[in-house]
């Protein structure tokens, strides 16, 4: 029987690891959750930890570091906010980066898929499940203490101002970090997905220094994921030794083969 290749962890973000496989590097993130599977994603474990398949076609952050994501991640022991938690297939995952000391903040505004991500929580122990508008941060502001980091998902036109004032309550000064998942489709007719890109940019370069964004085609049409941190703080940017060759000219390549993951519907 042909042996598995081992699980390898990445300095970027301890509970992450990856696998080699013959098309393709696999990401996976180590669980604080149990059974049953969030979204039908493989379990497995090394013996030592339990480890859950983090699906690039399912998660735009995976489908950012299979594209090169160099910008902020989840460390164990921080606190994040998250915004458009949904019913929680990347909170999920983002908890797991975190890990059992850290704490995810995850709001979500509509009733169906919270209804979800409460249930989820039951079995995530260091996920807070929101109910509430990202547009009104001051009526959960009684829940979110002071975080490391944002992680910003609502698929609205105003997504930009909507996680600046989000941390401009909540956000840590000196490194405080910010992702924000850019649908462009979403940002008006007429404008170029590069364009968006750019005014989105411009307006986060005031308060934070940005990290490159990338582009997250083929998984998501036309979105891409930028953020970078608040002046000041320590960047922890060692980077992510199998996505190194997406760096350095080489985008995509590892997983631009016949083999590649396929691309699917924008389900999260
Ligand atoms: N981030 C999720 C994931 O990867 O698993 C998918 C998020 S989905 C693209 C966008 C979510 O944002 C929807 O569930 C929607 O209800 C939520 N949303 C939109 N506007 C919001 C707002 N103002 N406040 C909170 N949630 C919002």
Redesign the pocket.
């Known amino acids: 029987m042909r042996r598995r290749a081992p699980f390898v962890p990445q300095p970027s973000a301890p509970r992450l690891w990856t696998r080699r496989r013959p098309d393709r590097d696999e990401l996976w993130t180590e669980t604080v959750g149990e059974l049953p599977a969030v979204y039908g994603e493989r379990w497995e474990s090394d013996g030592v930890r339990a480890l859950r398949a983090f699906e690039p076609a399912r ?3 995976a489908a950012a570091l299979v594209r090169g994501w160099d910008g902020p991640l989840p460390r164990p022991g921080e606190r994040w906010l ?10 999920s995952h983002v908890a797991d980066l975190l890990g059992p000391n850290g704490r995810l903040y995850a ?4 009733a169906r ?1 919270f209804s979800r991500l409460l249930r989820l929580a039951e079995r995530w122990s260091n996920l807070l499940p929101i109910l ?4 009104a941060p001051e009526r959960y502001a009684d829940r979110v203490p002071l975080v490391d980091g944002i992680y910003a ?4 036109p105003d997504q930009g101002p ?1 996680l600046l004032a989000n941390a401009a309550m909540f956000l840590r000064d000196e490194g405080g970090a910010v992702v924000l ?1 850019l ?1 462009t489709s979403s940002m008006g007719r007429g404008v170029s997905a590069s364009e968006h890109l750019r005014n989105a940019e411009a307006a986060l370069a005031n308060d934070f220094d940005l990290d490159t964004a990338v582009r997250l085609d083929p998984f998501y049409r036309s979105h891409y994921l930028l953020g970078g941190r608040r002046p000041g703080g320590p960047r922890s940017r060692s980077p992510t030794p199998a996505f190194a060759g997406e760096r350095d000219g080489r985008r995509g390549s590892r997983f631009s083969s016949r083999r590649a993951p396929r691309p699917a519907r ?1 389900r ?1």
């Not at 998250?82 to 909170?91: F, H, P, Q």
């Not at 709001?107 to 509509?110: A, D, I, K, N």
């Open positions: 998660s735009k952050l998250y915004l458009g938690a949904a019913s929680g297939t990347t909170a709001v979500e505004r509509s898929p509430g508008d990202a547009h998902d609502v698929a609205q909507l998942a649908k924008s999260s």
